[in-house]
């Protein structure tokens, strides 16, 4: 049975930062392209980064690059999203999710497998 279970998130004021994590189970971890989406209210999900896990190489979206970094523990099967320099518009609902075949796609079809999703919300 594959999961990706999300923890991390909640409240922080503009300029603050916070850490996401999203542990993969049920999966040949290594395989797969993992990316974080995130999606407010009437939205479509937004790809916001992701990484191919076998090699470590990263893509971001160009609203959060030199903002946001994605990082792995290979060993734990676990993808982090460290989120810098938090902004009001970063508000939304924050997934993870896992992808044999996504490339560094942020077409949400692509991905196989979703996190549960965790609430990040920035303050001004």
């Known amino acids: 049975q594959v999961q990706l279970v999300q923890s991390g998130g909640g409240s922080v004021q503009a300029g603050g930062s916070l850490r996401l994590s999203c542990s993969a189970s049920g999966i040949i971890y290594p395989s797969y392209y993992l990316a974080w989406f995130r999606q407010t209210p009437g939205s479509e999900r937004e790809g916001v980064g992701s990484?191919?896990?076998?090699?470590?190489?990263?893509h971001y979206a160009d609203s959060v690059k030199d903002r946001f970094t994605i990082s792995q523990d290979r060993d734990n099967n676990t993808m982090y999203l460290q989120m810098n320099s938090l902004k009001p518009e970063d508000t939304a609902m924050y997934y993870c999710?896992?992808?044999?075949?996504?490339?560094?796609?942020?077409?949400?079809?692509?991905?196989?497998?979703w996190g549960q999703g965790t609430q990040v919300t920035v303050s001004s």
């Open positions: 990484i191919y896990a076998g090699s470590g190489a990263t």
């Open positions: 999710a896992a992808g044999l075949r996504a490339g560094f796609s942020w077409i949400p079809g692509r991905y196989n497998y």
